[in-house]
């Protein structure tokens, strides 16, 4: 498994993890931050991007949602 699919899985995980946090603590900035952790991970792992652009994505998806 590559480093890209691995950072890409762990980002998923631990982005779900923040969402959860959030819900349990009502912090909704800790759930936005998990939301953007877990995008980015989904863009790294389906369009390969590296972890600064997924970054930026996942962003530019949340301010447009």
Do not use: F, P, T
Not at 36 to 57: D, F, T
């Amino acid at each position: 498994m590559s480093n890209n699919a691995q950072s890409a899985k762990w980002d998923k995980i631990a982005g779900q993890l923040k969402e959860k946090w959030g819900v349990v603590a009502n912090d909704l900035s800790s759930y936005e931050k998990g939301e953007v952790q877990r995008i980015a991970g989904l863009l790294k792992e389906q369009k390969g991007l590296n972890e600064e652009e997924s970054q930026r994505e996942a962003e530019r998806i949340m301010r447009n949602s």
